[in-house]
């Protein structure tokens, strides 16, 4: 009987031990399906909030921009013509009382749009430069501060330079920087 119960109490063991090994098994095979799970649900919900939103392209004609643009440009260049820098200059102002002051001008030229005439221009900015230095040490502050004095100074300097260079090839004379001083 002893061994009887020797046999049972190893049976029971064996049982228990069994029943352990069983129940490891279902706990491991319960966290694979749970991990996997997870994974799965990771890998949906990544892919559902990493959806860009959608752009729309909008494509034109290869040459439509190019057109644009160079319409744009010969409109500009028609109105305002090609430029032509004189540079910063620097003169004493003509005085009656004594005062002296100074003006600091940076002027640009606009020529018809010919870059012939550009070239011409070009070539001649020393020469547009005396003249203009000239016409400028012969106005005083009170001449040119005056409401029209600018609009004065800019059409004699336009006329000036046409006399020199040939009627009608400068359009317009822009006043970049004036300063009195």
């Known amino acids: 009987m002893a061994d009887e119960t020797r046999n049972v109490g190893n049976a029971g063991k064996g049982?228990?031990?069994?029943?352990s090994n069983k129940f490891t098994m279902?706990?491991?095979?319960?966290l694979i399906i749970l991990l996997i799970t997870v994974m799965i649900m990771a890998t949906v919900l990544i892919l559902t909030f990493s959806k860009q939103p959608k752009t729309i392209i909008q494509t034109v004609p290869g040459n439509y921009a190019a057109n644009q643009n160079q319409n744009?440009?010969?409109?500009?260049?028609?109105?305002?013509g090609l430029l032509v820098p004189l540079n910063?200059?620097?003169?004493?102002?003509?005085?009656?009382?004594?005062?002296?002051?100074?003006?600091?001008?940076n002027i640009t030229?606009?020529?018809?749009?010919?870059?012939?005439?550009?070239?011409?221009?070009?070539?001649?900015?020393?020469q547009l430069r005396d003249l203009v230095i000239s016409i400028l040490r012969t106005k005083s502050k009170d001449e040119i501060d005056q409401k029209e004095g600018k609009e004065d100074l800019s059409g004699e300097i336009l006329n000036?330079?046409?006399s020199h260079v040939g009627e009608g090839k400068v359009k317009h004379v822009f006043f970049e920087d004036f300063m009195i001083q």
């Open 160 to 162: 000036s330079i046409n």
């Open 72 to 80: 744009q440009n010969s409109t500009q260049a028609e109105e305002f």
């Open 15 to 19: 049982a228990v031990s069994l029943n």
């Open 26 to 30: 279902y706990i491991m095979l319960g």
């Open 109 to 126: 030229l606009a020529v018809i749009n010919d870059e012939k005439v550009k070239e011409e221009v070009t070539k001649r900015v020393p």
């Open 88 to 105: 910063e200059t620097i003169v004493n102002l003509a005085s009656d009382a004594g005062e002296e002051h100074y003006l600091k001008v």
